[in-house]
């Protein structure tokens, strides 16, 4: 395994994990798909140096074939969830308008309370909002 | 070669193919999924009694021996898993088809719902951990789909968060599984048993941590949980019952077979113990703080989760067959009060807490059905609950593991609290609104009688499983023996000849 590869694994994984800590949709969408390659270039790198032959017979060094069995299963799969969330997106957006990960509605409920509470502190009662 | 256990992934798929094709009539694609399902009930049976009666079964996909081949094996956990999740699927599928409402009218509905019943399979059946990946991954294509087929806005969004999340972890189950064939060469679970317990235990516990973390966020494992609340709940009632029932179970059940197959002893136990603990009390706590029905049910799987991990924590006879029974009785009364909360829905209208009241009046036969699973849960003698969480805590005594013992009873008392706080705000008292819609008092059943039967059944398994528990327990720590001492299932997966 080349160090190069072990570098651009853990550049693929580290901007993945930068895009998806993002608030747009696309973004994270995009993120994953890095980290979806990173992965895939991981599993690639453990079959042996690159260049050498896939099938035995073809020379000394034999390159393992079983890895890259598994990382076309893997592509397939991360190309149709990828293309599943695009239209995820899509619809999200014909739908809404916007393309941004909404808050959790804990948050939301705790949120609100603290903002109850304050406004009961300054004297202000204000009528108990209606849970999300 | 034996063609029983193919046929649990095979049948549901060209069930899918065909029930595309007859995709105009809805009638002929309710046909093909009830007979796919009842047919798969019946092999699952069929298996249960061989694996009980002959040891593994195992057989290889095109004659190629194990471990170039692709094999599937049954033993007698995943023999008992399959079984509980026909049974589970094919409930829910009748409850599908009697609620009114736009989506079980959706014409992907039915093949998407066999592709979930394959992937399922596949987990619980498969010996390769490359496989295992395919199984899960169909399951949750599947479950993306049926969780979003509404094409709500909420729907959408709380997909959104459901998908991303399940995206990553797949993700890293497949660094997992390049960390695994980098160290060991291989993807076949048996051949991994043996080339794993000879490397270095710093590189087994970092690959067990790693899938511990892996299934971890699929099982809804302490601090990995926090997508499941958010996006269970909006999916129509049927979909979050089988989600509940078979979907994070089939978490537990990749935690078990894989910490006990190919990791036994490579994870410190106070460290899986802990991790029970915590989802254990965090569960519940979320649970009590929870306004609406389906979000404290969505709650208290995560809760139930860790007493499952708890089992295999122990790490004795006692108690994985503690976690075995535990995962059986958790999938029939979770499935079961989840059908019952879309049923408090379907009548009520809301399944929000401040807005039902009365309904003991207006709908006695729900109050009743959600009791009954509400107190197997919390483990009242002599539902199938109490079976459970007393064989566990009994191996948990006997373990001398007395933290654990504590927090395992005080959260069977919230949870005892949780449920009796929908109870008593659905059933028992009035709305806390003033506006809330008082449900019609009609003297009718209040539901589709499709709806109600499957519910009645699963109710009926609750007082069923703690009533005749013996045998099921006896069977449970036979299943226990065979995941403690792998040792017969690793000769029957690479013994098997071409």
């Known amino acids: 395994m080349s160090l190069a590869i072990v570098g651009l694994i853990g550049v693929l994984f580290a901007a993945g994990t930068y895009l998806l800590l993002q608030r747009t949709i696309t973004r994270i969408i995009i993120g994953l798909g890095l980290i979806g390659n990173g992965t895939n270039l991981l599993l690639m790198a453990t079959g042996g140096r690159p260049g050498a032959t896939p099938v035995a017979g073809g020379g000394s060094e034999v390159t393992d074939p079983v890895p890259q069995a598994l990382v076309l299963t893997a592509i397939v799969i991360g190309f149709a969830i990828t293309s599943f969330l695009l239209a995820l997106a899509w619809r999200n957006w014909t739908l809404d308008g916007n393309d941004e990960v909404e808050d959790d509605i804990s948050d939301r409920r705790i949120a609100r309370a603290e903002r109850d509470t304050e406004a009961d502190g300054a004297g202000a009662s204000d009528e108990r909002g209606d849970g999300a | 070669m034996n063609a029983l256990l193919a046929l649990p992934v095979v049948l549901p798929l060209l069930g899918a193919g065909v029930s595309v094709l007859v995709g105009r009539s809805r009638r002929a694609q309710r046909a093909v999924s009830i007979t796919v399902l009842t047919a798969i009930a019946a092999v699952a049976v069929a298996l249960l009694i061989q694996v009980d009666d002959r040891g593994v079964v195992v057989t290889s996909a095109g004659g190629w021996p194990a471990p170039m081949g692709i094999t599937l094996v049954a033993d ?307 539902l199938s609950g109490f079976v459970a969480k007393l064989s566990l805590i009994d191996a948990a005594v006997a373990d001398r593991q007395w933290p654990m013992v504590a927090s395992s009873v005080a959260v069977s008392f919230l949870t005892l609290f949780a449920l009796m706080k929908i109870w008593f705000g659905v059933f028992w008292n009035g709305p806390d609104e003033p506006d809330a819609i008082e449900p019609p008092a009609t003297a009718a059943a209040p539901g589709p009688a499709l709806m109600l039967a499957p519910t009645i059944v699963l109710a009926l398994g609750a007082v069923l499983i703690g009533l005749g528990g013996g045998p099921l327990y006896d069977y449970s720590v036979r299943a226990a023996e065979q995941l403690h001492d792998p040792t017969a299932y690793v000769a029957a997966v690479l013994g098997e000849g071409p």
Not at chain 2, 146 to 154: H, K, P, Y
Not at chain 2, 174 to 188: D, M, P, S
């Open chain 2, 76 to 382: 007698r956990f995943s023999a008992v898993m399959l079984l509980t999740a026909a049974v589970m699927l094919l409930a829910v599928l009748l409850y599908a088809i009697g609620q009114p409402g736009a989506e079980r009218n959706h014409v992907g509905f039915q093949s998407v719902y066999l592709v979930l019943a394959a992937g399922v399979n596949a987990a619980f059946l498969t010996g390769d951990l490359f496989n295992l990946f395919v199984g899960i991954e169909m399951m949750l294509t599947a479950s993306y789909v049926l969780i979003t087929l509404g094409g709500r806005l909420d729907q959408v969004r709380s997909g959104m968060t459901y998908v991303v999340i399940s995206l990553m972890a797949s993700a890293l189950f497949l660094a997992a599984l390049a960390f695994t064939y980098a160290a060991a060469g291989t993807v076949n679970m048996a051949d991994l048993a043996g080339v794993v317990a000879g490397l270095p235990d710093g590189t087994r516990a970092a690959l067990a941590g790693l899938f511990l973390v892996v299934f971890g966020i699929k099982a809804g494992l302490f601090p990995l949980f926090f997508w499941l609340p958010d996006s269970y709940p909006t999916a129509p009632s049927p979909v979050t019952a089988i989600f509940a029932g078979l979907l994070t179970k089939v978490g537990v059940y990749a935690i078990i077979r894989t910490q006990t197959l190919i990791f036994p002893g490579a994870l410190p136990r106070w460290l899986v113990l802990t991790v029970a603990a915590l989802t254990m009390v965090t569960g519940v706590l979320g649970a009590i703080a929870q306004d609406d029905v389906k979000r404290i049910l969505s709650f208290h799987i995560i809760s139930h989760i860790g007493y499952m991990i708890m089992g295999l924590g122990l790490a004795t006879v006692a108690g994985l067959a503690g976690a075995v029974f535990y995962t059986v009785h958790h999938i029939v009364v979770k499935t079961g009060l989840f059908l019952t909360g879309g049923l408090i829905e379907h009548h009520g209208g809301s399944s929000r807490l401040s807005r039902l009241g009365n309904m003991v009046r207006t709908a006695p036969l729900l109050a009743v059905l959600f009791l009954v699973p509400a107190l197997s849960l919390a483990g009242i003698p002599p």
